[in-house]
């Protein structure tokens, strides 16, 4: 009995992305979990060679993968909408529409950040995509992101800089940016990174508990890398909308005016004490309506952390809302000890 071809799409599907996580049983482990033949698998793996979507490397079968490299000169005049058009449509445009309106979105706005930000002499865009995820980087040589956060907000620290980007809303050209920019994309992009100066932010799961990127597999390479590198991987089949991000954080009539801060990505260790902390962390909250604070990963906080954040910064930010997801018993009892005007969910 012939399978629905719906069926057959989805088992060619699990097999493409099997072999994209390196699975080395993929037959067997096809089989098993849609208990059909070993032989009716093989047949399909026959046919993904042959349409060209994988090949033979060794024993084992890889992804096809087109990939392309462009340098550009910013001492020429460069418009960030013209270099999409220029590298990066054709290769996303056959993609599902949401897929291609993150992508426009995600790369026109890292790539205007690179030009008017940057200082850098030469910005280099990589493209990379197989059947089953597109890769983009955008790597310029310039003063590095986090450096440049560091100046504009007179911290002390790289990992200061960082903390900011998980707030949004920062620019340090305020007449011509809004600062939203990489907040947006961050959660627009399954897999989004940001490497400068020996530190790396993003919201990746298998990375958000650390901040230098010497520590991270893979990436110890990149410690003294100059400039920033950006690196957005996403499913080609994605169901991500654009829209759907946007009206998570802003509205119609104000804009932006909501922003979720996870605070294990900021607390490394998983104890916020101090009042300095607490006022590092509310820097720029009166710019919000409404701040989520994120406390999954948090094992407990000080007294000081606590009563600076959420009562006096609350007293002198009473139109601003203090929102508290996640807290175990230990965070809750410490709310209730300094009396914390807040709404917990």
């Known amino acids: 009995m012939s399978l629905k071809k719906s069926t057959k799409e989805r088992i060619k599907q699990y097999i493409l992305e099997k072999i994209e996580m ?53 001492n020429k005049k460069l418009e960030e909408d013209k270099i999409f058009s220029d590298i990066i449509e054709k290769i996303v445009k056959k993609l599902p529409d949401n897929v291609y309106k993150i992508w426009q979105y995600a790369f026109t706005e890292m790539m205007n950040n690179a030009i008017d930000h940057s200082n850098a002499s030469e910005i280099t865009v990589y493209v990379s995509q197989n059947p089953c995820s597109t890769r983009i980087m955008i790597d310029d040589n310039g003063i590095g992101i986090f450096e440049k956060i560091r100046e504009y907000c007179g911290y002390d620290c790289l990992d200061d800089a960082v903390n900011e980007l998980f707030k949004g809303k920062l620019t340090t050209d305020s007449e011509n940016h809004t600062g939203e920019g990489i907040y947006f994309t961050s959660r627009m992009i399954e897999d989004f990174g940001v490497l400068s100066g020996g530190k790396i932010f993003t919201h990746n799961p298998h990375f958000d508990i650390t901040r230098d990127v010497c520590s991270v597999p893979g990436l110890e390479n990149f410690k003294d890398e100059k400039g920033t590198i950006v690196v957005m991987i996403m499913p080609n089949n994605s169901k991500v909308n654009i829209k759907e991000v946007f009206d998570m954080f802003s509205d119609i009539d104000n804009g932006f005016i909501k922003t979720h801060i996870p605070l294990r990505n900021i607390f490394t260790d998983g104890f916020p004490v101090s009042r300095s902390q607490a006022k590092r962390l509310s820097a720029r909250f009166e710019d919000f309506e409404r701040i989520v604070l994120d406390f999954e990963g948090i094992d407990d906080m000080g007294q000081g952390f606590a009563h600076e954040l959420f009562v006096v910064f609350k007293k002198k930010h009473q139109d601003v809302e203090l929102e508290v997801i996640n807290a175990n018993d230990d965070v809750k009892k410490m709310l209730s000890h300094v009396g914390a005007n807040v709404i917990e969910n």
Not at 47 to 69: A, P, Q, S, T
């Open 22 to 74: 390196g699975d080395k049983a993929i037959a067997q482990t096809t089989a098993d979990n849609f208990e059909v033949s070993l032989t009716t698998v093989y047949r399909y793996i026959r046919e993904l060679n042959n349409d060209g979507l994988i090949k033979k490397k060794g024993r084992n079968y890889v992804l096809e993968e087109m990939r392309k490299i462009k340098v550009y000169d910013t």
